[in-house]
């Protein structure tokens, strides 16, 4: 089973479980409602991106692969959010590159493969990294593997070209999911 494929599991045992619980304490509909305009309250992954002030050169290249409707979307995905300094420590002009129209489908890769789904907060990140002797390899939504392991109280994640990069942020949860700020950006094999 795919690491992939566990957090669905996870996530519906979850979701089974928290039903039953509400059935049990007799939790009215009315209650279940509110917390759902609550939800809806929060910003998505996009908006939530967009009011930070540090993902500017995120927000243009979801723009520039055509992907704000599906990060928008109701998911949940975990997006692995670098900033605008992890992505200024590219090559030169490889940001300008990656946002020209020939190119959409190269930064459409490299964008989901920074997207995993479901909801994946940092205490699921560690507990698995612990289960999993200090590492964990992660399926993204561009199929490609990231590997997670954590130093001391950092989790760091390694790309496939070999780059380790920070979660600098975690857990900024969002009405689609939870957004994990990074120092870098993550490139595919």
Not at 26 to 37: R, T, V
Not at 64 to 80: R, Y
Not at 147 to 152: D, P, Q, V
């Amino acid at each position: 089973m795919t690491f992939s494929s566990k957090l669905k599991a996870a996530a519906l045992a979850s979701a089974a479980t928290l039903g039953t619980f509400a059935l049990a304490a007799g939790a009215p509909a009315l209650a279940h409602d509110h917390g759902k305009k609550a939800e809806k309250s929060q910003p998505n992954i996009v908006e939530a991106a967009m009011g930070t002030g540090v993902h500017e050169t995120l927000v243009a290249a979801v723009k520039a692969a055509g992907l704000v409707d599906t990060l928008a979307s109701p998911g949940p995905f975990t997006v692995f959010a670098p900033t605008d300094d992890a992505f200024g420590k590219l090559p030169a002009g490889t940001v300008d590159t990656l946002l020209q129209p020939d190119n959409r489908d190269a930064l459409r890769n490299i964008l989901t493969y920074h997207v995993v789904p479901g909801s994946v907060t940092a205490a699921d990140l560690i507990g698995l990294i612990e289960r999993h002797g200090g590492a964990v390899t992660i399926e993204t939504v561009a199929g490609e593997e990231l590997t997670a392991s954590r130093f001391g109280d950092t989790i760091a994640v390694t790309d496939a070209a070999g780059s380790t990069t920070v979660v600098a942020t975690a857990d900024v949860k969002v009405s689609n999911g939870i957004i994990h700020v990074t120092d870098g950006v993550f490139l595919p094999g």
